[in-house]
């Protein structure tokens, strides 16, 4: 089944048992808009701030690498941390945060305790492109209020719904193993 494909009610099994309940069947359509919608603003966003930069003349770092640097903010972390944190899902994170180092975003360093571990923060460089996505965001949260597209009380909600939403995958990761 496809999160694009239009929604065909499923064939009713020949079985005996009981029959789907009436939640079932309003739930799952809405699920799969919001799982769609979800998806595509995660695109949306990194494409926002590549805009962004293209407008100011960052072309340097990419849109994921600008997110990791804005999510990190003032703390030292290690790549696992980062995923741990929910800061970043990406598989390609050491590679990211490599290439930051070696542009000159990020210091690395390994730990004292376990050598295998590199905590990173950000350089004075890094610092920049972090202001410069929390300016844009910033930017974004005022224009959303003065048009009345979200105001405090709306985004409240929408983030309470992702919350319970979070949750409920981390339950069900969870009952997987």
């Known amino acids: 089944m496809s999160l694009h494909a239009p929604l065909q009610p ?6 005996t048992g009981p029959a789907p309940t009436p939640a079932m069947s309003t739930t799952l359509p809405g699920y799969l808009e919001a799982l769609s ?13 590549k805009d962004e930069f293209e407008r100011v003349g960052v072309l340097e770092v990419n849109a994921v690498q ?37 542009m000159g975003y990020m210091h690395h360093q390994r730990c004292e305790i376990d050598r295998r571990s590199v905590r990173v923060r950000l350089t ?40 319970r939403l979070e949750r409920f995958w981390t339950d069900q990761i969870r009952y997987i193993y």
Do not use: C, W
């Open 10 to 15: 499923a064939p009713r099994p020949v079985t």
């Open 37 to 49: 919608l979800v998806e595509r603003l995660h695109r949306l966003l990194l494409d926002v701030i």
């Open 124 to 163: 004075a460089k890094g610092r920049q492109v972090r202001d410069m996505v929390a300016t844009l965001f910033r930017r974004h949260a005022d224009g959303m209020e003065t048009r009345g597209i979200l105001g405090p009380d709306g985004l409240d909600s929408v983030t309470s719904a992702l919350k």
């Open 66 to 102: 600008a997110l990791l640097l804005f999510n990190i903010g003032e703390q030292e972390v290690t790549a696992g941390e980062l995923k741990t944190r929910g800061y970043y899902q990406g598989s390609n994170v050491s590679y990211n945060l490599k290439k930051l180092v070696d």
